[in-house]
């Protein structure tokens, strides 16, 4: 005859409600940390996109002075539109904006030669304002990469790992930056 | 242009000094020792009031002397509360009012004489201090000295404040709790931003927002000694790393062994709010000094002064330039948070 009183079935059952909140603790932490990094992914597109329009305008700008650059403004164009497209998988998308951003400074760099260009007030105004654009950019991708630090752990560690292969949490890449801006500068180049 | 120690040394500060405050100060001395006499006063006849009030309670208790003998009622003792007021009372408004007077009269040409800083008696609203979420909530508030001006183009404020908690125990006990004591600088900061972060000691498991502001949540970083030592809580994840960059987390870090104190910020209003709590004095040896009193009708008064930016006390000289200097350096520090945290600079780190 089963006994429901006994302290050995009273352990069992406590032993699976402990059991049970610990998976759902983990269940719910994967979730927190795959929303965390959703919210990193779409805060560095947004800043990429406000990127994007201070782009369009410094191009504007530019293209009235500018008429020897002609070869980098074109490829500049090209780019943004690349970046723009839908469906670009995550890595090709940072790829891209990599490249974006280094013809951007290239531009900024020949600004100097354009005396004229140098001193317009809108184009200082757009420059002041796309070096804060990428503060935020660098600090949008600091935060990804700290969320995608926590999904690494979650995919990699059980029993978190367990839920991260259950909703299908693969693992993004993290944002690193491109070969050549970890070359050493030449200022003989420059000067 | 730079302010450093090196120009409390030279002779162009000195002859600054002589021309400008030493004739403030043999007026303050002058003043100190009317001050010192009166409270001499002050206190021998506050002494003698409750030495009689004492003889007379003693004296009442014994049956062939008591009161009822010499036609006085037992309520009688009630014409020694108001002498007994005054005595409680007299000593130290005399020590307050001599501090007040003396900040009055010298720290204006003072902090002057080393840059475009006004002394003030322009103080913080509490609600202002409530809102940078960096002490627990408190119901008391007194504050003392206030400079402010600009230093490299900076504005800045300082405001000396003493925060504090009272609590009713029970029906018949409050207890008094202090919150916070010292400095609370503002600075303008060298970054556009819209939200709050704040930046708390790391108390470990026991570490939390102080007041209201569910919107701040907890921030990540990724140096490990910065980390260690400090709790950072934000409204937003990338404007926290965008005002906490790598190379102003290690500034923070420098700030904090500067001081060797458990400094805390926020970042509100386009101002970054430092607070540097005042050093409290171990009790190995009681120091008369800055032992405080807190005096019904007056608020808490010290023989000394404050922790921060003390003047002489009653009993000492005041034609001392090497004190005022020391009221001086302790300044500079203050403002050289500008040069710690590269406040001036706009290179985005």
């Known amino acids: ?191 | 242009m730079e302010i450093n120690y090196d120009k409390l040394e030279t002779k162009e500060f000195n002859d600054y000094f002589l021309k400008n405050i030493g004739p403030k100060l043999k007026q303050a001395e002058k003043i100190r020792q009317t001050d010192l006499a009166n409270f001499k006063s002050a206190l021998t006849i506050s002494v003698s009031i409750y030495f009689v009030f004492i003889l007379v309670y003693i004296f009442g208790l014994i049956p062939e002397y008591s009161l009822e003998k010499f036609g006085a009622g037992p309520n009688s003792l009630l014409v020694f509360i108001i002498p007994l007021v005054i005595a409680s009372i007299w000593p130290f408004m005399i020590v307050k009012n001599y501090q007040k007077e003396m900040k009055k009269m010298l720290f204006p040409v003072l902090f002057k004489s080393i840059g475009n800083f006004k002394f003030s008696n322009n103080t913080l609203k509490s609600y202002e201090i409530e809102q940078y979420n960096l002490f627990e909530h408190f119901n008391q508030y007194s504050s003392d000295d206030t400079i402010t001006g600009t230093y490299k183009n900076i504005n800045l404020g300082i405001y000396e404040v003493d925060l504090k908690k009272r609590e009713q125990k029970s029906e018949e006990k409050t207890e008094v709790k202090r919150v916070f004591k010292g400095l609370i600088c503002k600075f303008h900061m060298n970054k556009e931003f819209s939200g709050k972060t704040i930046v708390l000691q790391d108390k470990g498991w026991f570490t939390s927002v102080p007041g209201y502001d569910n919107r701040l949540k907890k921030v990540h970083l990724e140096d490990p000694v910065f980390e260690n030592h400090f709790e950072v809580y934000s409204r937003s994840q990338i404007e926290s790393r965008y005002l906490l960059t790598t190379a102003f987390m290690q500034r923070l870090l420098d700030l904090k062994h500067k001081f060797n104190s458990n400094i805390s910020c926020c970042f509100y209003n386009q101002e970054i709010i430092v607070a540097i709590p005042c050093k409290t004095h171990s009790n190995s040896s009681f120091d008369f000094k800055n032992f405080e009193f807190d005096v019904p009708l007056l608020g808490p008064i010290s023989l000394g002064d404050k922790n921060f930016f003390e003047l002489p006390w009653l009993f000492e000289n005041m034609v001392n330039i090497q004190h005022f200097k020391k009221i001086l350096i302790e300044f500079i520090s203050v403002v050289s948070i500008v040069d710690t945290l590269k406040l001036e600079q706009d290179i985005g780190m």
């Not at chain 1, 909140?21 to 932490?29: C, D, E, P, Q, R």
């Not at chain 1, 020897?68 to 790829?95: C, M, W, Y």
């Not at chain 1, 630090?149 to 693992?171: C, D, G, Q, R, W």
């Open chain 1, 1 to 191: 005859m089963e006994c429901i009183g006994c302290p050995q079935i009273n352990l069992v059952l406590i032993g699976l409600v402990v059991i049970s909140f610990i998976l759902f603790g983990a269940y719910t932490s994967v979730i927190r940390k795959r929303n965390n990094l959703l919210e990193a992914k779409s805060g560095i597109d947004v800043q990429l996109q406000k990127r994007q329009n201070v782009i369009t305008n410094i191009l504007t700008i530019a293209k009235k002075f500018m008429e020897h650059e002609k070869g980098l403004l074109t490829e500049i164009t090209e780019l943004r539109t690349s970046v723009a497209k839908p469906n670009v998988a995550q890595k090709e998308k940072f790829d891209l904006e990599n490249q974006l951003g280094l013809k951007v400074n290239q531009l900024m760099l020949q600004v100097e030669n354009y005396p004229d260009l140098k001193s317009d007030q809108t184009m200082i105004q757009a420059m002041k304002t796309y070096n804060e654009i990428e503060e935020n950019i660098a600090a949008a991708r600091r935060f990804y990469n700290s969320s995608i630090k926590e999904v690494k752990n979650a995919v990699e560690i059980p029993p978190t790992s367990f839920f991260a292969y259950l909703v299908n949490l693969s693992k993004f890449p993290f944002y690193e930056a491109d070969a050549s801006a970890a070359k050493p500068v030449n200022a003989a180049d420059f000067l």
